[in-house]
Each structure stands twice: as structure tokens, then as C-alpha cells.
């Protein structure tokens, strides 16, 4: 594989994701769903052009966003897991042991998504509740967000397995 073609595209890729990452300031939900959506392209990086691809990309993505994205929920999501969770899920994904892969999978999913919630808080002064919500809001988020960090992983499973079958020898041809 070319270098240069390797940096073209991860240039593209960073564009691209500062630029989704952005939009995740339209609307609250999509706070969450942009830097889901950003972290798949460390997929296609990783398996085409190597894990140093995608974790430069990451790196570039992190700083870029941290600069030029207003939304600092939506840049601290993509940071702080939903970036490096793609490029590391295959390396989680060889612990052998099911109840202990989905603990170790889930601790590093609640730490980095608490961590986040706490730099917002006491860095960027971002509280998570509004006056007068209740502390139940807290519970029922990090319940929902745990439901929705399993699909997830099940997600990067397919999507993974479907770049491989269909996509992955092509885009490889094409950048030889």
C-alpha cells in the first residue's frame, strides 16, 4: 500500500469526521450518535491501511475537534471511547472468556463515558442536569447508555464482518 495514498485518505477521513462531529451540535441526540457514526471509519482505516492509520487518525480527529467542534459533549464522546473503541474492539474481542470479555468491555465503556461526563462538568462548567430534574435522570442515562453501547459493539461486529466480505478487497485493489 502506497504512503501516500495511506495519508491522502486519512486526511479525507479527518475532514470528514471533524466535520460530522460538528453537526453532532445540531440536536442532543445526535451528540451521541456523530461520534458512533465517526468511529466506524476506524474500521475501514484500520483493516485497509493498518492500526497506525487509524490510531493517527484518531489523534488528528481529537485535536481538530477539540479546536473547531462547539459541541464539547459531542468532541468529548468521540475522545474519550468512541474514536479508539473501534481500532481496540478486535483486541478485546480475543479475551476468551464471554463474562469477562463483556466485564472488561463494559468497565472501559462506563469509565471513559463517566470520565467525560466529569471533564464536562468541572472543565468546560457543562452540568448534566438542569435545575429542578431529578438525580433519577443520572440512573436512567447510564442505563440507556449501556443498552445502547451493546448494540453498538454488536454493530461494529457486523459492520466489521460486512466490510470484510464486501468491501475490503476492493478498497484495497483500488489503493495499490
Known amino acids: 500500500m502506497k504512503k501516500a495514498a495511506s495519508l491522502a485518505v486519512c486526511g479525507i477521513i479527518t475532514a470528514l469526521s471533524v466535520v460530522l462531529l460538528f453537526f ?11 461520534p458512533m457514526l465517526v468511529g466506524l471509519f476506524a474500521i475501514m482505516l484500520k483493516r485497509t491501511f493498518g492500526a497506525a ?7 488528528a480527529t481529537s485535536v481538530l475537534s477539540f479546536i473547531l467542534v462547539a459541541d464539547k459533549e459531542c468532541m468529548l464522546m468521540y475522545v474519550m471511547f468512541f474514536g479508539f473503541y473501534p481500532i481496540i474492539h478486535d483486541s478485546l474481542n480475543k479475551i476468551r472468556i464471554t463474562p469477562l470479555r463483556a466485564t472488561v468491555k463494559l468497565m472501559i465503556f462506563n469509565i471513559t463515558v463517566s470520565a467525560a461526563q ?9 452540568p448534566f442536569l438542569e435545575e429542578g430534574e431529578g438525580k433519577w435522570l443520572i440512573i436512567l442515562f447510564a442505563v440507556l447508555m449501556n443498552i445502547l453501547f451493546i448494540m453498538y459493539d454488536r454493530i ?21
Open 53 to 59: 492509520s487509524a490510531w493517527i487518525t484518531y489523534a
Open 156 to 176: 461494529l461486529v457486523a459492520l466489521t464482518k460486512l466490510y470484510e466480505i464486501k468491501l475490503e478487497k476492493k478498497i484495497k485493489k483500488f489503493f495499490k
Open 118 to 126: 466529569l471533564l464536562l462538568l468541572y472543565v468546560f462548567g457543562i
Open 24 to 34: 453532532g451540535g445540531i440536536a442532543f441526540v445526535l451528540a451521541y450518535i456523530m
